[in-house]
């Protein structure tokens, strides 16, 4: 079963909790703090995989988790890192989160990280100083990200296969390639899109048989955007058109004009091919031509009969002509702009805006319910929040000791905070100072 769409929800694994430990062996009453760091949490990366060729997979197992980071110990053992989840994805997948795209896998084993594991807390060897011998703090790792993703496929291939209903494709990619798609005289017989490899002149291309498109294809109507979307991906369109049609121009128009209007398709190179030509009069055909070439002067028009292979091995070469040329008019930068992209996924970084510092907050007084709440946001002191457990308190005052060194404090105390007044950050809460 060919699935193009799905949705799944990704849980990133958290970080391990460090640990509040003392050295304690005989003639050593008071080692000091030897607590470890926890483990990072496990990352979902995606890998493009050439062998896999659906998305149904997600459908089933709708939900995926990698593994948490384990917690520090004593005698400063770190806990282990959690393990990536690999998951494997057909080439062409495009993940996007609220709109977004966090990626989009092209070629084969090309990966990227879609949900970044939680970082472990420090354990309390890292807070001891001249003045703090015996600290008593230790972090909680960070949660991993989690959200839901929606996955689509976008089919790439050289060459795609356009036209109205029982316009011949399928019956062309079964002739030309080894595919084998359903065949039958009666339209939306393809509800799948398929593909094929074609071989002339020791030139392979590949081929995908976009099924059958409607005038409003590109606001939805029949198979409309389930399938326009592997357009997209194609080098050069095959535009079939049924030499038996009343008007083969303005079967021509509706499909070219429903391409237009769906993404950036106005520039893609197209050829044009009249389908079950024969035993047809060359007259008829000549008519045919003349009415494609009136809605685009610029067509090249082909014709051709499957059943015969009329016209196939012109078409062929004229095929890979085209997708070599697309080939050669590909910006050199374009390749370079996909990598940084990707390598903006890849990379486990904070992403901050150019106007952003990392040490930037915000306080917003939030009265909900009747209650007032102090709510600050910012990503470091964000970041301090989620690695700092509530249960002690010395992790707690730490919080507020950075808090006052950042202004957030001096902050809240303008905004009229009171030393009961609940704080919330990262959507943790507390009180604005210990004792009151």
């Known amino acids: 079963m060919f699935v193009d769409t799905a949705k799944v929800k990704l849980?990133?694994?958290?970080?391990?909790?460090?640990?509040?430990?003392?050295?304690?062996?005989?003639?050593?009453?008071?080692?000091?703090?030897?607590?470890?760091?926890?483990?990072?949490?496990?990352?979902?990366?995606?890998?493009?995989?050439?062998?896999?060729?659906?998305?149904?997979?997600?459908?089933?197992?709708?939900?995926?988790?990698?593994?948490?980071?384990?917690?520090?110990?004593?005698?400063?053992?770190?806990?282990?890192s959690g393990k990536d989840l690999i998951v494997e994805v057909p080439i062409g997948t495009?993940?996007?989160?609220?709109?977004?795209?966090?990626?989009?896998?092209?070629?084969?084993?090309?990966?990227?990280?879609?949900?970044?594991?939680?970082?472990?807390?420090?354990?309390?060897?890292?807070?001891?100083?001249?003045?703090?011998?015996?600290?008593?703090?230790?972090?909680?790792?960070?949660?991993?990200?989690?959200?839901?993703?929606?996955?689509?496929?976008?089919?790439?291939?050289?060459?795609?296969?356009?036209g109205l209903p029982n316009a011949g494709k399928s019956t062309f990619l079964s002739v030309v390639s080894n595919a084998r798609p359903e065949i039958a005289d009666y339209p939306f017989t393809t509800l799948t899109p398929q593909l094929g490899v074609a071989t002339i002149d020791e030139q392979d291309i590949l081929i995908a048989d976009i099924p059958g498109l409607i005038e409003g294809a590109a606001d939805g109507k029949g198979l409309g955007?389930?399938?326009?979307?592997?357009?997209?991906?194609?080098?050069?369109?095959?535009?079939?058109?049924?030499?038996?049609?009343?008007?083969?121009?303005?079967?021509?128009?509706?499909?070219?004009?429903e391409l237009d209007r769906y993404g950036e398709l106005k520039k893609r190179p197209e050829i044009v091919a009249l389908t079950k030509c024969e035993g047809v009069d060359a007259e008829i055909i000549a008519m045919q031509k003349d009415s494609i070439l009136k809605v685009n002067p610029d067509a090249t028009v082909f014709a051709i009969s499957s059943a015969s292979k009329q016209g196939i091995t012109e078409l062929l070469r004229a095929l890979v002509d085209k997708v070599k040329m697309r080939a050669e008019r590909e910006p050199a930068g374009a390749e370079g702009e996909k990598l940084g992209n990707q390598l903006e996924v890849k990379i486990p970084v904070i992403q901050l805006g150019p106007e952003q510092l990392v040490d930037a907050w915000k306080v917003e007084k939030v009265v909900d319910a009747g209650e007032?709440?102090?709510?600050?946001?910012?990503p470091k002191i964000e970041k301090f929040a989620r690695r700092t457990d509530l249960n002690n308190y010395a992790s707690v005052n730490r919080l507020r000791d950075i808090m006052k060194k950042l202004g957030i404090r001096a902050e809240l105390t303008s905004q009229g905070a009171e030393p009961d007044s609940i704080i919330e950050i990262a959507g943790k809460q507390f009180t604005l100072v210990e004792d009151y």
């Open 11 to 80: 849980q990133a694994g958290k970080g391990g909790d460090g640990a509040v430990s003392f050295r304690r062996e005989i003639y050593i009453p008071k080692g000091g703090p030897d607590g470890g760091d926890g483990g990072k949490g496990g990352s979902i990366v995606f890998r493009a995989d050439k062998d896999t060729n659906t998305l149904l997979d997600f459908r089933f197992n709708p939900e995926l988790k990698a593994e948490d980071g384990k917690n520090g110990s004593g005698s400063r053992s770190a806990g282990r």
């Open 94 to 162: 495009v993940v996007r989160h609220d709109g977004k795209i966090l990626a989009d896998l092209d070629r084969d084993g090309e990966e990227a990280i879609i949900a970044k594991g939680g970082d472990g807390g420090f354990g309390n060897a890292h807070f001891k100083s001249s003045t703090r011998q015996t600290p008593l703090i230790a972090e909680v790792g960070e949660p991993g990200e989690t959200f839901e993703a929606e996955l689509e496929l976008k089919l790439i291939a050289d060459v795609g296969l356009v």
């Open 225 to 257: 955007h389930d399938f326009l979307r592997h357009v997209d991906r194609t080098a050069v369109l095959l535009h079939l058109v049924d030499v038996y049609n009343d008007d083969a121009g303005e079967s021509y128009r509706v499909i070219r004009g």
């Open 372 to 378: 007032t709440k102090f709510l600050v946001t910012g």
